[in-house]
């Protein structure tokens, strides 16, 4: 709504009345004056000091225009010879406030990441002196030319923002026109307007269609008859495609294309001599433009000559691609023209145009990196890290990055933002808050959200060289130290209690001082104290009456002590005495200082570290104390932290050392968590560790390097990580958990290059002066070493077999040795035959996929060599200076930088050039294929290619551009930022599914191309490509259209593939250690397991990492087979008890895409979690009791269970698993878990149950173990951290298996003795369903995505339980695609048939036949078209449950002989036929039959339970629910409940036994409120008579036994009466033009009142169907309620019998008297109840937005059953609270207080009791004339309905498809 009415324009002075000064405001010399130019009014605003003088529009800065037009203009004329500034703020759809700033003071584009500033460069009438003085001239900038003219200024900002910082613009915040200007106006608007065209040339020549307009008339200039405008005035329309061709670059100035309506721009676009693009010089540093648009070719075409000239691409015409990341695409709208990239050969003879097209093509998926770890700590400073308020997090700068990171697993979050390395940061002590600072020259503090990482605020206020930020408890103030313009230091103190709500912060105080102060902190009892420390100095300062003061402590003859850290002593005590308060500091002299606060004098001073003392590293003693870095105090102890290493912890008195840790290096941070168990310590070596103070345990959390990171390799096999710094060391990392594993130190040399070997556990090494040396890693050892180098190593590589080791310098020399022999012999080397430079290195050379050639630079920067691998004789030398490239006019030469070969795929070398080139040559011709311009604005540091050859990475600029390598997209590239500093290396990981950058540190990213694209709003998809993510839960009809004829088939197809006589696959173990000589062998291949290398011997002293008892288990190249007799007796890895030691955590939830099965559970997206204050009532004292619930979820997999011989009936309805008795219908219910169920499973002995949820907020995953003859929960145990998908207890009851879901992929075995983890695995693919084999001891089988298919065995041979898993091998013609365009195949059920047999099924509706004593496949055949859920079997029957709503029986009498050897085995005549089947009404979820297959229940997707008897033919509906959300209940007296859903459904049960005994169903509808009738009166049917002047109704009275009608509303704005006893529908009223949201009855049942979400409300006849009255008193807002009730009372002043009231969203209740009879309606009291201008959760609301009512609590009013004149109201206002409002007495008379929000309300007949429902899964019952209330939980989503029954016996609650009956005990 809010941009209708701001189209097709808004005159911005005019709407906000500038001339008054109301609405927004003038500063300086600002005056309205008469221009004769423009024959009108305008503002002259002068000054000599633009900031000082302005108009800004809104008045305050609190304020916000609100403007949503996408383009801004600005009619104004610069003052002759002046300067001048104007500023717009503009809101991004993120709530992110940047500034966009021009002016011709500005000399060059500069940006932040909040700020833009444009030079503008004034225009210069044609004919003037200026403009013949401007021909000439370099420089364009400076003060408006005295002939500057009056001038349109068109700012696209959408444009402006998606192209200089990645965002996506929203609305217009203010305007800020500073001197020195004239200015007539302020226009925003969605349409482009040219002032040079009227609107018939407009129309006539197509430009209206195009979004072209002709100038209005309020923004035109005036305009003689005859003339042309261009003659008289400036048009300068921003962003133009000519603005990188003017200098300065991305400055706002005239240029010669901004007329649209030249035809040659729009209509026709001329075939132009072919121009080169160079669209990068127009980026600012970190945000990226177009390169080359593409087009796809129509067909292949003869090589042509080479290219040299690109077309000219339209940069007006872009438009932002999408909400995140760094990237801009051409509007899909226009007519663009579209070259490809320059591929050498093409036939340009044609130009491809984009015409009308609905999108652009990107690269696929966005984002395609995310990223995951960062490994490093500090950067500009090593003292900054604290702690979480619940101590389980640590937060640390690391460089320009803020981490999160958890202690008890590793996992990292990021606060991305800053543009320089941070220096400081501070936490308030709920941890709700985090500020951190940056160094340099734009010093900048952001103000985080914690929890969400949300940036709320930034403060610029500091010049430079911020050092200290301190947060005051509360988060209120925060108090920072920088330094100012002239280098004092100065002390800035800021409000930032309203940054959460208003993102607002304001200076309150400033101080500037030449006092040094090192560190400053606010005291934890009052906001406006702080004390601060220094060189000489500890001073102490207050806030008061808006200063800054300070008092300096008394240090005597300690003034010449610099002092390191300053401590308040203890926590936030406001009870304590100024005068017990103390100060600590410490010094660089191992002083100890105690101050007395209230009298600023010193009380101790110790000195903790005597002169004599000596570390245990041998270190020399201190003649002046060893310097105390950093301390912590709380009520006590003291943590000090100082240079020799020691990190000490101390008694208040430092009578003696408590417990100390020694480190590295100097320890510079100390923090101790906030219960004081943990303290965190960091050191100037890059540590973080934790020392547990109870348990004296001490934890590494960070190593890092201390300086540049030159380069980086990986270990393929073991998954180690290599690196070289410019800190003389070489560091060897695990590359899961980063954990570092050695460290190599060279302090006299320094390494700058580094090659790990394929296969075997070695590294090589070049150093700087020019030694090359190989290490053994495992053994620590040298190897061999080299000194043929001079000069600096630039390159080193190994070739990919392994067999060559290659290395040049920085002198041009390059060698090849043997890495075959132990002391890699030198087999050649060559002088002089590089390039020499370091600016080659540290990859100054590649090798060939193949090991055949090796290419490098040389012998001179302009040419490329390529040799033989094996002896370095020259095979290829390619000149780059000799093509013919883009940009032919350069007087310098270019010259190659880097050099790379693609995969074989490709058959590439790539060149990268000094001019920012990338060349793609011929790898075996040298010739020139594409060339693509501007990869990077000051060049590649590094690239690399994905080994499928689609994917490109290079590194410049400090971010990182992931290519599309085709280069055939429309936008080829995505950029990522986070590096502060240049990017020395990037690589891709082994598996193809990361990617390690080095730099300042390690970041390791998330490679996510290998997922499918996830749509998203705004973009096509070509739903060709994905019709396998489509899955069909409609379908009802049998498709026998390939594989079936109208009889089941009795010939199953042959079997595909024979196994040989005797074969049996054997099982690899998990726990299997790995040599050297494993990966040496072809054959020796290993299935799962960790990976060589992972673990150690007993005798290794390295640290030991990564001993987890999880593995990854899947699909691999290398598969091992094994017999199954004779499994190996091995050492298995036990996890022991949960704890952070032994898990590792998957990934985030959203790293992951959802399996596209059905099969999979998925829970229902919720927002809402359980509440955490609530008042449960002991169950003797509960006013409810829950007594039956109505429904069953069908959204859960295998969630019931049914075993005839006990009589045992279980399934789950949300959160409770109900036992239900099939003989009387009584219902128990086992309440224990607070998320969704997703499944069941039973014991053999059907004495336990095990049921499972997922976690979700701060609920965590469960499995409850319930004891069925008690009925109560014996255990609940935890471990998964998201979903579990399936239960299963082995044969013998001993054990448990859960199967965690898709974003975990674990499997957890359990002892059933005290349910204590046995074994913990993870698999590399969702596993969809697992079964126990009932006919072998301790086997099951698992399947899953990506045809995975896994026979395990659970070996207890020795003394600890491992895991024996074999993957089996599936035939090739199962995993075909079995429908064109199918996608993958997944195994989605499977079953046991005994005689050695399995079944499996997937999801395109196969069914194989496996032998189990083989684990191979013999056989399998098409049972369903689409994807089969569930298998169950018995002897010779196998019964099918798929998606497409069927359930088959099928006869498999001799399938267990197609396993005999012979090509002609065939089933015997009546083998495999299908023998019966039933459709129901939804896809099949769950299943439980007998042992014969002849009777069972099935559970549908449809919420449905069905009882099936085969041999009857029979399906009867045993339990029927809704699967969308109930929008309203309604009862009568006669028992029955009537309900209505999103699916258009309304339904009529028996509340007795919970029978659906009708449905009315309305397509496409939802149906949204609903109500019965009243039983007395009761409604009438009519014979309706006319004559030619009236119209007579006569009624009859229905019979008393009759049920009365119901009125139900939709969604579509119709109201339809049902008559239930007919089964029909009688009446269908359209009363309003959107949806209905409340419906009732009047009390006399002749009139039907419904309110639309419009706030009408409508008066009906439900006789006639016409409507006879329309209220419209609360148009504008939504209806929440109405309620009638029968009301004769005269003190009341009510004349008419019936009373009848509505609410309505903006919390106005209208009460009326009517009397139907005689068509009497009135108006008899009106209410309006208060509420804040902002939400709940502290947003602003805007006064006229009606969206926002849909965030707020609903508005709720109910006439009160027991007192007369009395109205219960609840909604959204200051205070959560019931109000009582009075009739008689006008006024609300009392008011009960409340602890959530209510969404529904209903009161009980004749009591005093009121039923309410929240959002936080709670309903409340409360007793009002009392005020006291008791919460109850069990439902599973927020309780959006409650109805008490007639008799108040009953209240019934729903809660999104659950309804629950609750028993009133009170």
Request: net charge neutral.
């Amino acid at each position: 709504m809010s941009q209708l009415w701001q189209h097709p324009y808004v005159n911005v002075f005019k709407h906000f009345n500038v001339s008054t000064w109301k609405k927004s405001t003038k500063e300086g010399e600002v005056a309205a004056v008469m221009d004769k130019s423009v024959k009108g009014t305008v503002y002259r605003i002068s000054g000599a000091i633009p900031a000082g003088n302005f108009i800004q529009l809104p008045k305050t800065g609190s304020q916000c225009l609100g403007l949503t037009g996408r383009y801004l203009y600005l009619l104004f004329r610069p003052v002759p010879a002046k300067y001048f500034v104007a500023h717009i703020d503009v809101a991004t759809q993120d709530n992110l406030i940047v500034r966009v700033s021009f002016s011709n003071l500005f000399k060059e584009f500069k940006s932040t990441s909040t700020w833009l500033q444009f030079p503008f460069v004034c225009n210069v009438s044609g004919g003037s002196v200026h403009a013949y003085a401007a021909v000439g001239s370099r420089d364009h900038t400076g003060p408006a030319p005295l002939s500057a003219r009056w001038t349109v200024l068109c700012l696209d900002l959408q444009y402006i923002l998606s192209m200089y910082l990645n965002r996506k613009y929203s609305y217009v915040k203010s305007v800020r026109l500073c001197a020195n200007m004239l200015v007539k106006n302020v226009m925003t608007s969605d349409v482009l307007y040219d002032p040079g065209i009227t609107f018939e040339e407009s129309k006539k020549r197509g430009l209206t269609s195009q979004g072209i307009m002709p100038m209005p008339r309020e923004m035109a200039y005036p305009l003689f008859k005859g003339d042309n405008w261009h003659d008289h005035y400036d048009l300068i329309r921003f962003p133009t495609d000519n603005n990188n061709k003017m200098k300065p670059f991305d400055s706002i100035q005239m240029t010669d294309t901004q007329d649209l309506s030249s035809d040659s721009k729009v209509l026709n676009p001329k075939r132009v001599p072919v121009r080169t693009v160079d669209v990068s010089k127009c980026v600012s540093e970190r945000v990226s433009m177009i390169h080359k648009l593409t087009s796809p070719k129509e067909k292949v075409r003869k090589r042509a000559p080479i290219t040299t000239d690109l077309p000219e691409i339209g940069l007006e015409n872009l438009s932002l691609a999408r909400d995140t990341d760094v990237h801009v695409y051409a509007h899909p709208e226009d007519d663009v023209l579209v070259p490809r990239a320059q591929e050498v050969g093409a036939d340009n003879s044609h130009n491809n145009f984009l015409s009308n097209k609905p999108s652009c093509r990107t690269l696929e998926p966005d984002p395609i990196l995310k990223l995951k770890r960062i490994v490093g700590f500090g950067g500009s400073t090593y003292r900054e890290a604290v702690w979480s308020a619940d101590g389980t997090t640590i937060v640390y700068p690391c460089h320009s990055v803020l981490v999160a990171m958890k202690v008890n697993n590793g996992h990292q979050r990021f606060f991305l933002g800053h543009t320089e390395k941070i220096s400081c940061l501070s936490m308030n002590s709920s941890s709700s808050l985090i500020a951190s600072g940056q160094t340099g020259q734009m010093s900048v503090v952001r103000i985080w959200k914690f929890r969400s990482g949300e940036c709320l605020s930034m403060c610029k206020t500091h010049v430079h060289s911020l050092s200290c930020l301190s947060f005051s408890q509360n988060g209120n103030v925060l108090c920072g130290v920088g330094k100012d313009g002239h280098g004092k230091n100065m002390i800035v103190i800021w409000n930032t209690s309203r940054v959460t709500k208003s993102r607002e912060v304001t200076v309150v105080a400033k101080a500037h001082t030449d006092v040094d102060i090192v560190q400053m902190k606010i005291a934890a009892f009052d906001d406006t104290r702080m004390v601060s420390c220094g060189r000489d100095n500890i001073r102490l300062w207050r806030v008061k009456e808006g200063s800054l003061r300070s008092a300096p402590v008394s240090l005597g003859e300690y003034n010449n002590i610099e002092f390191t850290d300053v401590s308040f002593d203890v926590g936030y005590r406001p009870s304590q005495d100024l005068e017990a308060r103390s100060i600590y500091a410490c010094s660089r002299s191992g002083h100890v200082f105690e101050i007395d606060y209230q009298k600023v004098s010193l009380r101790h001073v110790r000195r903790l570290l005597p002169t004599e003392r000596k570390s245990s590293r041998g270190k020399e003693s201190f003649k002046t104390g060893i310097g105390i870095n950093s301390l912590c105090v709380n009520e006590t102890f003291c943590v000090t932290g100082s240079d020799d290493g020691f990190l000490r912890l101390w008694p208040l008195d430092f009578a003696n050392v408590y417990l100390e840790a020694e480190h590295e290096g100097p320890v510079t941070a100390v923090n101790m968590s906030p219960d004081g168990l943990k303290i965190l310590a960091g050191t100037s070596v890059g540590n973080l560790g934790v020392l547990d103070v109870s348990t004296r345990a001490y934890s590494t959390m960070m190593r890092s390097h201390t300086a540049r990171i030159r380069g980086i390799a990986v270990d393929p096999y073991r998954k180690h990580l290599a690196t070289v710094s410019d800190d003389h060391s070489i560091r060897v990392w695990d590359a899961e958990t980063l954990q570092q594993l050695y460290d190599f130190s060279t302090p006299s040399e320094c390494p700058c290059a580094i090659s790990y070997h394929p296969s075997r556990q070695i590294f090589a090494c070049g150093f700087e002066n020019g030694v090359v040396r190989v290490f053994n890693v495992q053994t620590t050892s040298m190897l061999a070493e080299h000194k043929l180098h001079r000069g600096k190593v630039t390159g080193l590589i190994y070739s990919p077999s392994g067999d060559n080791l290659y290395s040049c310098c920085s002198l041009g020399s390059i060698a090849v040795y043997d890495a075959s022999t132990t002391d890699y012999r030198v087999i050649r080397a060559l002088a002089n035959t590089a390039a020499r430079g370091e600016h080659h290195g540290p990859d100054a050379i590649a090798i060939s996929p193949d090991s055949r050639r090796v290419a490098f630079v040389g012998p001179s920067d302009f040419t490329i060599t390529v040799v033989d691998a094996k002896c370095l004789d020259e095979v290829l030398r390619v000149d780059i200076t000799s093509m013919n490239t883009t940009d032919s006019s350069r007087s310098v030469l270019d010259s190659a930088i880097k050099v790379c070969f693609t995969p074989s795929v490709c058959g590439h070398l790539l060149v990268t050039t000094s001019s920012n080139k990338l060349l793609k040559l011929d790898s075996r011709t040298g010739k020139l294929l594409a060339e693509i311009s501007d990869i990077h604005r000051s060049g590649c540091s590094s690239l690399a290619v994905s080994d499928n050859g689609k994917y490109l990475a290079t590194t410049g600029d400090k971010v990182i551009k992931i290519w599309q390598y085709g280069m055939n997209l429309d936008i080829n590239f995505q950029v990522f930022i986070g590096h502060s500093e240049k990017i020395s290396k990037i690589l891709f990981t082994p598996d193809g599914l990361g990617l390690l950058t080095a730099g300042e540190a390690i970041y390791v990213w998330d490679f996510l191309a290998a997922r499918p694209p996830t749509p998203t709003e705004g973009r096509h998809l070509d739903h060709s490509n994905n019709e396998s993510r489509q899955i069909d839960y409609s379908s009802q009809h049998l498709n026998l259209s390939t594989s079936y004829t109208d009889l089941p088939r009795r010939s199953p197809p042959k079997p595909t593939r024979q196994a040989p006589d005797g074969f049996i696959d054997d099982l690899s173990s998990i726990h299997k250690f790995s040599t050297d000589a494993d990966v040496e062998s072809d054959r020796e291949e290993v299935l799962v397991g960790p990976e060589l290398g992972d673990y150690k011997d007993s005798d290794d002293e390295s640290p030991e990492v990564g001993t987890m008892g999880q593995e990854i288990l899947g699909k691999s190249p290398n598969v091992r087979e094994h017999r199954r007799q004779q499994v190996p007796v091995l050492t298995p890895v036990k996890p022991g008890p949960l704890s952070p030691s032994h898990v590792v955590k998957k990934p985030a939830a959203e790293d992951r895409s959802p399996p596209c099965v059905h099969k999979h559970f998925t829970r229902r997206k919720k927002i809402h979690t359980i509440a955490q204050r609530r008042y449960i009532a002991p169950p003797n004292q509960a006013g409810l009791k829950l007594k039956s619930v109505i429904g069953y979820n069908g959204n859960g997999r295998n969630n019931m269970v049914w075993q005839p011989d006990y009589g045992l009936f279980v399934y789950t309805s949300g959160c409770i698993v109900i036992i239900e008795d099939l003989n009387n219908g009584q219902q128990k219910h086992l309440q224990g878990h607070t998320e969704e169920i997703s499944c069941l499973t039973l014991q053999n002995d059907c004495q336990m149950l095990a049921s499972s949820s997922g976690s979700f907020g701060l609920s965590e995953s469960q499995i409850c173990i319930w004891d069925l003859k008690l009925f109560i929960c014996k255990k609940v145990i935890s471990h998964h951290e998201h979903d579990i998908v399936c239960l299963a207890y082995s044969r013998d009851d001993r054990f448990l298996i859960s199967v965690g879901d898709y974003q975990e992929c674990s499997l957890v075995v359990w002892s059933t003795t005290n349910y204590d983890t046995l074994s913990i695995t993870k698999t590399a693919h969702p596993i969809h369903d697992l079964k126990w084999d009932p006919f072998t001891m301790n086997e099951f089988a698992s399947v899953g995505a990506n045809g995975n298919l896994l026979f395990w065995l659970l070996d207890e041979t020795s003394s600890d339980v491992c895991l024996n898993v074999h993957e089996a091998d599936v035939p090739e013609e199962l995993l075909q695609m079995h429908h064109m365009g199918a996608g993958q195949v997944d195994f989605t059920s499977l079953v046991f048939a005994g005689d050695s047999t399995m079944y499996a099924a997937t999801n395109h509706g196969r069914v194989s036949a496996w032998d189990t004593r083989c684990n191979t496949c013999f056989m399998h055949w098409e049972a369903d078209s689409t994807e089969i859920g569930q298998l169950v079997s018995c002897g010779n029957r196998l019964l099918t449950g798929s998606v497409g709503q069927n359930v088959r029986l099928w006869s498999t009498v001799g399938v267990g002989e197609m396993r005999l050897p012979g090509e002609n085995n065939s089933i015997r005549v009546g083998g495999l036929t299908m023998e019966d089947e039933m459709t129901l009404d939804g896809a099949i979820c769950s299943v439980s039959f007998d042992d014969c297959l002849e009777m069972g229940i099935v559970g549908t997707s449809a919420g449905t339970l069905w009882y099936i008897n085969w041999s009857e033919r029979t399906s009867v509906r045993l339990v029927s629910g809704h699967m969308n959300k109930v929008n309203g209940l309604t009862l009568t007296s006669g028992g029955l409940l009537s309900s209505c859903a999103d699916d258009g459904s309304v339904r009529v049960w028996s509340v007795h036994d919970r029978e659906q005994t009708l449905q009315f169903q309305v397509v496409d509808q939802a149906c949204t409120c609903i109500s019965f009738a009243p039983d007395q009166p009761a409604p009438h049917e009519s014979v309706v008579s006319s004559s030619e002047s009236e119209v007579i109704l006569s009624h009859r009275r229905r019979d008393s036994k009759l049920v009365p009608y119901i009125a139900a509303g939709y969604s579509d704005g119709t109201v339809r009466m049902f008559d239930v006893n007919k089964a029909e529908m009688v009446l269908k009223m359209h009363p309003h033009a959107v949806a209905v949201t409340a419906v009732s009855f009047s009390s006399d049942g002749r009139m039907i009142l419904s309110g639309g979400s419009d706030g009408l409300i409508a008066v009906s006849s439900p006789t006639t169907g016409m409507t006879v009255r329309v209220v419209g008193d609360h148009k504008g807002a939504v209806i929440t309620n109405i309620d009638v009730t029968f009301r004769q009372d005269q003190d009341f002043g009510i004349s008419a019998p019936l009373l009848w009231l509505a609410c309505s969203a903006d919390r106005r209740v209208s009460v009326w008297s009517a009397d139907w009879s005689t068509d009497f309606c009135e108006l008899v009291d009106w209410l309006t109840f208060p509420a804040p201008a902002f939400a709940p959760d502290g947003s602003i609301l805007e006064k006229h937005d009606k969206s926002q009512y849909s965030t707020l609590p609903p508005s709720l009013a109910k006439f009160s059953t027991s007192e007369p004149d009395i109205i219960v109201y609840t909604g959204y206002g200051m205070n959560k609270c019931l109000q009582f409002y009075s009739l008689s007495q006008r006024k609300v008379v009392r008011t009960t207080s409340l602890t959530q929000w209510t969404l529904s309300l209903d009161l009980a007949k004749n009591t005093t009791l009121i039923a309410m429902g929240a959002s936080e899964r709670l309903l409340k019952l409360m007793e009002y004339s009392e005020g006291s209330f008791q919460d109850f939980m069990g439902h599973n989503d927020s309780v959006n309905i409650v109805k008490f029954s007639e008799d108040s016996k009953l209240l019934f609650t729903a809660s999104y498809s659950e309804i629950f009956v609750w028993e009133v005990q009170v």
